[in-house]
């Protein structure tokens, strides 16, 4: 199983500030996603990215978010003003295809004070 | 009920014995996905299974698919203490994302 890896494990930040998630890409993977899942309910999805460019969205990913895949380096998702309802795990995922297995990284515990 | 719910919404059982989990959706499909997690942990991709399959063999898991049912289960023979997690679902309807079930938690006493 390929190993997708998200950095940082934990992060705390206030309200109102801008973070930036990130995940260590896979070179043979072509399709990126964002989920979340806030404590205690279902897995959301947020966002595919494809060829550098966002593919789907759902309504949770508002102008407050942002993908992207600077220099095919790491892929990263941005929220420039968190909220408290933005606590929540976020996954980032990997697929080879947009239709085959998805592989999930560990996720980031984003924590909004 | 949504697209991607399991039920039962918990299940305790013994090692040794079998679990069967059950993920109902409502829209058409691609492939159908299960995964499982660990608590406060990251999803762990068990076995795909697409809409033109009705059964597929990973180990001790068996899935099976009705398309006709919309419906599909996770069988997990000869359980384990480590099998102790939630057990979620994702359908796969073509627009390249996963909808996820609620999730099932399953508990493995010893």
């Known amino acids: 199983e390929p190993e997708v890896t998200q950095t940082p494990s934990h992060q705390v930040t206030q309200m109102g500030q801008e973070v930036i998630l990130r995940c260590v890409p896979i070179?043979?993977?072509?399709?990126f996603y964002w989920y979340r899942q806030i404590l205690g309910q279902k897995v959301e999805f947020l966002v595919s990215?494809?060829?550098?460019?966002?593919?789907?969205k759902s309504e949770i990913f508002d102008d407050q978010f942002s993908v992207e895949r600077p220099d095919g380096s790491n892929f990263t998702l941005k929220i420039r003003s968190t909220k408290l309802e933005d606590s929540a795990m976020y996954f980032c995922?990997?697929?080879?295809?947009?239709?085959?297995?998805?592989?999930f990284g560990q996720g980031t515990r984003l924590t909004v004070v | 009920s949504q697209q991607g719910e399991e039920d039962p919404q918990a299940l305790s059982i013994q090692e040794g014995e079998n679990a069967t989990m059950n993920c109902s959706y409502k829209?058409?499909?691609?492939?159908l996905q299960w995964y499982r997690q660990n608590s406060g942990r990251g999803l762990v991709h068990l076995i795909l299974?697409?809409?033109?399959?009705r059964e597929k063999h990973s180990g001790r898991l068996r899935v099976t698919l009705d398309t006709s049912k919309k419906s599909s289960s996770l069988l997990i023979t000869a359980s384990r203490a480590a099998d102790t997690a939630s057990y979620f679902c994702?359908?796969?309807?073509?627009?390249?994302?996963?909808?996820f079930g609620t999730g099932t938690r399953l508990l493995v006493s010893p």
């Open positions: 994702a359908t796969d309807t073509g627009f390249q994302k996963l909808v």
């Open positions: 070179s043979n993977h072509l399709y």
């Open positions: 299974i697409r809409s033109n399959e």
């Open positions: 829209t058409s499909i691609n492939n």
């Open positions: 995922a990997r697929s080879r295809t947009g239709d085959t297995e998805a592989f």
């Open positions: 990215f494809y060829n550098n460019e966002i593919s789907e």
